[in-house]
């Protein structure tokens, strides 16, 4: 148990669908993170998010739309997927920006069919 | 293009004896270096870091060494224990920018 938690664990989409998905943080951080893992590949860095302000957008397609409300909560909203866009989705947060050790969440495993 | 390289995706070692991860980087600007640690169906756990000031870190069973000059990173665990048995990412950090390796997937026998 890392302190940040993600829903839903698993998710299966079509290319028509919206959906959502959902990271909480309870170790008190002022920075979270989305994160891509497909397989095969190393961990991508999607978003950035510093006191609930985008401080990073790493070149993600607009179907990818995060929303950050407060400081604990962080959202990836969905649309018009591709099945491409199956991946590991992963949240993360830490102390602050810099060089901090970042915890992450368990992931969501998302399909798109 | 990759900055950060584990080039064994595997890595085989009997219970006691010490395993060794080795990781390397491109970018001088990396300033601070970290393991996470991977079980299947969980996130990646963070187990230990190093800042770029230093060349050793040392916590438990775990040991990671800094070689600036060849921008490389190990980890030595020892010894090792069934439940060491994951997969391990070697990450680096650039202003608040982390990158990761592809990982080393590391199984323990008994």
């Known amino acids: 148990e890392t302190g940040v938690t993600q829903t839903p664990r698993h998710l299966v989409m079509g290319m028509t669908n919206k959906k959502s998905l959902k990271c909480e943080q309870h170790l008190g951080h002022n920075a979270m993170y989305w994160y891509k893992q497909s397989a095969k590949k190393p961990l991508e860095l999607m978003f950035v998010?510093?006191?609930?302000?985008?401080?990073e957008n790493n070149s993600v397609p607009s179907r990818f739309s995060p929303e950050c409300p407060n400081s604990s909560h962080l959202f990836l909203h969905l649309h018009t997927l591709q099945p491409e866009d199956s991946a590991l989705y992963l949240c993360?947060?830490?102390?602050?920006?810099?060089?901090?050790?970042?915890?992450f969440g368990p992931g969501t495993r998302l399909t798109v069919t | 293009d990759q900055q950060v390289k584990q080039n064994s995706p595997s890595l085989s070692v009997q219970e006691g004896r010490i395993s060794i991860l080795n990781c390397d980087y491109t970018?001088?600007?990396?300033?601070?270096f970290l393991w996470y640690k991977k079980y299947p169906a969980e996130g990646p756990t963070f187990l230990i870091s190093i800042s770029s000031i230093k060349d050793k870190n040392e916590d438990g069973r775990f040991t990671v060494f800094l070689n600036k000059s060849a921008k490389h990173l190990s980890l030595h665990i020892v010894p090792s224990q069934p439940g060491d048995s994951a997969v391990y990412f070697c990450?680096?950090?650039?202003?608040?920018?982390?990158?990761f390796g592809a990982g080393t997937t590391v199984t323990v026998r008994a």
């Open positions: 998010y510093s006191l609930e302000e985008r401080v």
């Open positions: 990450a680096a950090i650039n202003d608040y920018k982390l990158s």
């Open positions: 970018n001088s600007m990396f300033d601070y």
């Open positions: 993360a947060s830490s102390v602050g920006q810099g060089r901090y050790e970042q915890y």
